[in-house]
């Protein structure tokens, strides 16, 4: 097959080389995104007089016969050709002659891929937000269910204090709410169009480069032809958001793991998420949670083959920005895929209240409430503080709860101790009171809720 460029060569290129040079084996998912930009740009140079309206017509014409094709799977895609940008080329000269070597005036490959590029992010980008959704609206879905289901909240992973479990989800509901504002932010510095940049120096051709970028729903053009094509920094922005998405994606799938573990038994996950064991047939492995903690990384690891592959480019397009589409594709594959497997997973895992409840009731995580009580009663803090502390010391003495504890027992320790402490450091009584905005209380819990319900219905719109 003859290159597009090969009128100043004299020599055939060599077979390892070709093949090592070629991008079509991974470039070539952007066939759509291609044929859409080469279509806005047929027309653009119908409009503008540089190509005659028959020729414009003709080119945009075949091009949407051969998406139709490539999709249908009536015409496969050649991965002996270099690139999918030269393949539709040649297609598309050999259906409709030299009027199809005229598309690819006042262009060049260098803009072409740039476009190509920020046309995919964008399509990919509205599609992993739609899968975040679809995660939240799961971990919304299992939250109204628990908004009374008490569990201990943790720090260093030790019990901390009663939370509900609704509350500890909606944490993560937050924290998919901002990947989604952070991926709005860099689809909109992404959202404007190269086509037109040519090599660098933009063309001698008076091209209507704004035309093509409202026919492609940019909001403008970018304004410097070197930045056009070397630019891809809305890349590593979308990689870093992803990366971000993983890493929350990740923590979950720590918790997940340990809750379905027999040491806490807090979740079960259904079957249909889980594996077993070839040589013990007692186990029911998180394989899903785990494969997601694992993926993780190589998430990372795309970001930073990114930036390491541009670090130290100089101006303006080099063939070392080829090896941007490798990482950047497997980026979104497998930060789609984990949000692919991660929403039902979550919608059909079986909550163990009951174990939440017991693992609540020990680990004196209503200490801090019991030190309230006490300051609510006059004394300072601290003085509360240092007395819990020393209350509790003889609770792991004697091995009993602060619920256990007769009120002569806590009226050695203080004068302020009254029978209505019982109440104040019920693990219900606990969770009810913190009445704070975004606490664990049940009045909080359900505006949380009802936030992102908000958000997940004004994105349906």
Same mark, same amino acid.
């Given at each position: 097959?003859?290159?597009?460029?090969?009128?100043?060569?004299?020599?055939?290129?060599?077979k390892?080389a070709?093949?090592?040079n070629s991008?079509?084996k991974?470039d070539?998912?952007?066939?759509?995104?291609d044929i859409?930009?080469?279509?806005a740009?047929?027309a653009?140079?119908?409009a503008?007089g540089i190509?005659?309206?028959?020729d414009?017509e003709?080119?945009?014409?075949a091009?949407e016969d051969i998406l139709?094709?490539?999709?249908?799977?009536?015409?496969?895609i050649?991965m002996?050709a270099?690139d999918?940008h030269?393949f539709?080329?040649?297609?598309?000269t050999?259906?409709?002659g030299d009027?199809?070597?005229?598309?690819?005036t006042a262009?060049?490959?260098?803009d072409q891929?740039a476009?190509?590029?920020?046309?995919?992010?964008r399509d990919e980008?509205?599609e992993v937000?739609?899968l975040?959704?679809?995660?939240?609206?799961?971990i919304?879905a299992q939250?109204?269910?628990?908004?009374?289901?008490?569990m201990?909240?943790?720090?260093?992973?030790?019990?901390?204090?009663p939370?509900?479990?609704?509350?500890?989800?909606?944490?993560?509901?937050?924290?998919?709410?901002?990947?989604l504002?952070?991926i709005?932010?860099a689809?909109?510095r992404?959202?404007?169009s190269?086509?037109?940049s040519c090599?660098?120096a %933009?063309t001698t051709?008076?091209?209507?480069?704004?035309?093509v970028a409202e026919k492609?729903?940019?909001d403008?053009i970018?304004?410097?032809?070197?930045?056009?094509?070397?630019?891809?920094d809305?890349?590593i922005?979308?990689?870093?958001?992803?990366?971000?998405v993983m890493?929350?994606?990740?923590?979950?799938?720590?918790e997940i793991?340990?809750?379905s573990?027999w040491e806490?038994?807090f979740?079960?996950?259904d079957?249909?998420f889980?594996?077993g064991?070839?040589?013990?047939?007692?186990?029911?492995?998180?394989d899903?949670a785990?494969?997601v903690?694992?993926?993780?990384?190589?998430?990372?690891?795309?970001?930073?083959?990114?930036?390491?592959t541009?670090?130290?480019?100089p101006?303006?397009y080099n063939?070392?920005m080829?090896e941007?589409?490798e990482a950047?594709?497997?980026?979104?594959?497998?930060?789609k895929?984990?949000?692919?497997?991660f929403?039902?997973m979550?919608?059909?895992?079986?909550?163990?209240?009951?174990?939440?409840?017991?693992?609540?009731?020990?680990g004196?995580?209503n200490a801090t409430?019991l030190a309230?009580y006490?300051?609510?009663k %006059?004394m300072?803090?601290r003085?509360?503080?240092?007395?819990?502390?020393?209350i509790?010391?003889?609770?792991?003495a004697?091995?009993?709860?602060l619920?256990?504890?007769?009120i002569?027992?806590?009226?050695q320790f203080?004068?302020v101790f009254?029978?209505?402490l019982?109440?104040?450091?019920?693990?219900?009584s606990c969770v009810?009171?913190?009445?704070?905005?975004?606490?664990?209380?049940?009045?909080s819990v359900l505006?949380?809720?009802?936030?992102i319900?908000g958000?997940?219905?004004?994105?349906?719109e």
């Amino acid at each position: 097959m003859d290159k597009m460029w090969a009128g100043r060569f004299s020599k055939q290129l060599d077979k390892f080389a070709d093949d090592f040079n070629s991008s079509i084996k991974f470039d070539s998912r952007m066939y759509r995104q291609d044929i859409t930009g080469s279509m806005a740009h047929a027309a653009m140079l119908g409009a503008q007089g540089i190509i005659s309206k028959q020729d414009s017509e003709t080119i945009i014409d075949a091009l949407e016969d051969i998406l139709i094709d490539i999709e249908s799977g009536a015409l496969a895609i050649d991965m002996n050709a270099e690139d999918i940008h030269m393949f539709v080329e040649q297609v598309l000269t050999e259906r409709i002659g030299d009027t199809g070597k005229r598309l690819h005036t006042a262009r060049s490959r260098n803009d072409q891929v740039a476009l190509d590029l920020r046309l995919y992010m964008r399509d990919e980008a509205a599609e992993v937000q739609r899968l975040i959704c679809s995660l939240m609206s799961a971990i919304v879905a299992q939250a109204e269910k628990h908004v009374d289901t008490v569990m201990p909240g943790y720090t260093h992973l030790q019990r901390a204090q009663p939370i509900t479990f609704a509350h500890h989800l909606m944490a993560y509901a937050m924290m998919l709410e901002r990947d989604l504002m952070r991926i709005d932010d860099a689809v909109r510095r992404m959202n404007c169009s190269p086509l037109g940049s040519c090599a660098l120096a %933009g063309t001698t051709y008076n091209t209507d480069r704004m035309m093509v970028a409202e026919k492609l729903g940019f909001d403008g053009i970018s304004l410097n032809s070197i930045d056009g094509v070397s630019d891809r920094d809305f890349c590593i922005e979308l990689m870093s958001d992803f990366a971000t998405v993983m890493m929350h994606l990740s923590r979950l799938a720590e918790e997940i793991i340990l809750w379905s573990s027999w040491e806490f038994r807090f979740v079960e996950l259904d079957d249909s998420f889980t594996t077993g064991s070839s040589i013990m047939p007692q186990k029911k492995n998180s394989d899903m949670a785990e494969l997601v903690r694992g993926k993780t990384g190589r998430v990372y690891g795309d970001l930073m083959a990114l930036l390491t592959t541009l670090k130290g480019l100089p101006l303006a397009y080099n063939k070392d920005m080829q090896e941007d589409k490798e990482a950047i594709f497997d980026s979104v594959d497998t930060v789609k895929n984990c949000l692919t497997v991660f929403a039902p997973m979550i919608a059909t895992m079986t909550v163990r209240e009951d174990n939440m409840l017991a693992a609540a009731q020990r680990g004196f995580i209503n200490a801090t409430d019991l030190a309230d009580y006490m300051v609510r009663k %006059g004394m300072p803090f601290r003085s509360a503080y240092k007395t819990v502390g020393q209350i509790v010391g003889k609770c792991v003495a004697d091995g009993r709860t602060l619920e256990q504890l007769g009120i002569d027992e806590y009226k050695q320790f203080s004068d302020v101790f009254e029978d209505d402490l019982y109440d104040d450091i019920s693990l219900a009584s606990c969770v009810a009171k913190r009445i704070s905005a975004g606490g664990t209380g049940r009045e909080s819990v359900l505006c949380q809720i009802e936030h992102i319900k908000g958000v997940l219905d004004a994105r349906a719109e």
